[in-house]
Each structure stands twice: as structure tokens, then as C-alpha cells.
Nanobody
Framework: QVHLVESGGGWVQPGGSLILSCVASGFDFSNHTMRWYRQAPGKERERVAS????????AYRDSVKGRFRIRRDNAKNTTYLHMNNLQPEDTATYYCNAPAILMDTGYWGQGTQVTVSS
């Protein structure tokens, strides 16, 4: 059974930093691309960053390029999102997922809330 547990969210002031973690189980983590998504109140869920199965390549939405970094530790079945210079527009609930798993199961974890405000 697929299980994704996101953590690390919280409240920060603009310019602050957070590191999100996502622990996965129930599928072959090391063979799947992983992705972080976010959803702000009243808005569609959007992709934030992706990392390929071996961690050698990553992609980011334009608004977070240069501020966020995605990485993974396949030995720990964990994906991370390092977020720097956070801005109020980054406020959202953040989720991780494996696109292939999402397509098959429609499963989402509970997410972790990030709030950026002064």
C-alpha cells in the first residue's frame, strides 16, 4: 500500500528557509521520479519540482528556480525540498508524489503546510 508522509512545514517570515521531507513506502521508490506539488487556498494544485529516480536531474517551476532545491536519498526512501528566500506567494500546502504512482492510484498524502508572512 502506497504511503507518503510529508513533514517540515511551518511558519516563516519572508526571506526565511524551510526543508520539507517526504518519506515514501509501498512502492519501489528508487525507480520512480518524485515530484513536489503545492496547493494554495482557492487555487489549483501545481508542480513545484521534480527529480529523476537516480537524483541526477531535476526540474523546477520558474517561480522557484534559484530558491528551491529538490533532492532525494534512495537509501531512506525520502525526498527533500530545500526552500530558501521564501515569499508570501509560496504559502501553500506542499505534497510529494511519484507521477507514475499518482496516475495508477490517485493517492495523495496529507501534505505539510507552509505559511510565509510577516
Amino acid at each position: 500500500q502506497v504511503h507518503l508522509v510529508e513533514s517540515g512545514g511551518g511558519w516563516v517570515q519572508p526571506g526565511g528557509s524551510l526543508i520539507l521531507s517526504c518519506v515514501a513506502s509501498g512502492f519501489d521508490f528508487s525507480n520512480h521520479t518524485m515530484r513536489w506539488y503545492r496547493q494554495a487556498p482557492g487555487k489549483e494544485r501545481e508542480r513545484v519540482a521534480s527529480i529523476c529516480s537516480d537524483g541526477r536531474s531535476a526540474a523546477y517551476r520558474d517561480s522557484v528556480k534559484g530558491r528551491f532545491r529538490i533532492r532525494r536519498d534512495n537509501a531512506k526512501n525520502t525526498t527533500y525540498l530545500h526552500m530558501n528566500n521564501l515569499q508570501p506567494e509560496d504559502t501553500a500546502t506542499y505534497y510529494c508524489n511519484a507521477p507514475a504512482i499518482l496516475m495508477d492510484t490517485g493517492y495523495w498524502g496529507q501534505g505539510t503546510q507552509v505559511t510565509v508572512s510577516s
